[in-house]
């Protein structure tokens, strides 16, 4: 099946900082990527996703490039702010499962 | 739409109790999946189902039963409850994941088993 590797966190950065958080993956053919996005005591919901290779998933100022050269989905922004902590997930589907990595949990200080 | 319901919100239970975790949604997804989350720790799939009547084991079933009897409901079984199920429960559901369907989730059930 399909697996993903998410850079390991706590990622630590001041407000307005610049993001990036890297995911790689395997997977059979081109499948849809996803970003979710866990806020504190809360469920994950998706962030953004990108259905096919060269697609670029956007929401929220984060954005994320499908790139299947690098089989990566790397999610970046350009100036985090306060709200954006969390724990953002990588999650690539797997025959009729979605697989989800360990996370990298995103404090962003004032 | 109210979308993924879960209940209980909270339940402690002790060593050996049984319980279930409720789900419900009303968009007609025929996938769901149960996931548990240690604390710091990402998602594990416990059980999934891509249709009524149909379920097949996640990464981590031990201790764990569910059953689909419907399109909208979910249910997982704890049948003895031990501490290592301390943990949050969420239910997701979607339509087909490898089409590009995301998953939509549950506010979670926080169990803890002393």
């Known amino acids: 099946g399909n697996s993903v590797t998410q850079m390991e966190g706590p990622v630590t950065l001041s407000e307005e900082a610049f993001l990036t958080i890297n995911c790689t993956y395997t997977?059979?053919?081109?499948?849809?990527l996803f970003w979710y996005v866990q806020y504190p005591g809360e469920g994950l919901q998706l962030l953004l996703k990108?259905?096919?290779?060269?697609d670029k998933g956007s929401n929220k100022g984060f954005e994320a490039t499908y790139r299947k050269e690098t089989t990566s989905f790397h999610l970046e922004k350009g100036s985090v702010q306060v709200s954006d902590s969390a724990v953002y997930f990588c999650?690539?589907?797997?025959?009729?499962?979605?697989?989800f990595g360990k996370g990298t949990r995103l404090h962003i200080l004032p | 739409n109210a979308g993924v319901t879960q209940t209980p919100k909270f339940r402690i239970l002790k060593i050996g109790q049984s319980m279930t975790l409720q789900c419900t949604q009303d968009?007609?997804?025929?996938?769901m999946y149960w996931y548990r989350q240690d604390p710091g720790m990402g998602l594990k799939l416990i059980y999934y189902?891509?249709?009524?009547?149909?379920?097949d084991k996640g990464e981590v079933p031990n201790g764990y039963n569910v059953s689909r009897s419907t399109t909208e409901d979910f249910p997982l079984r704890l049948e003895l409850a031990a501490p290592s199920q301390t943990s949050v429960y969420f239910c997701?559901?979607?339509?087909?994941?490898?089409?590009?369907?995301?998953?939509?989730f549950g506010p979670g059930t926080r169990l803890t088993v002393t």
């Open positions: 997977a059979t053919g081109y499948p849809s």
């Open positions: 997701a559901s979607s339509y087909a994941p490898q089409q590009g369907y995301e998953q939509y």
């Open positions: 968009m007609n997804h025929n996938y």
């Open positions: 990108a259905t096919k290779a060269d």
């Open positions: 189902s891509v249709g009524a009547g149909i379920t």
């Open positions: 999650a690539p589907p797997s025959d009729d499962k979605i697989i």
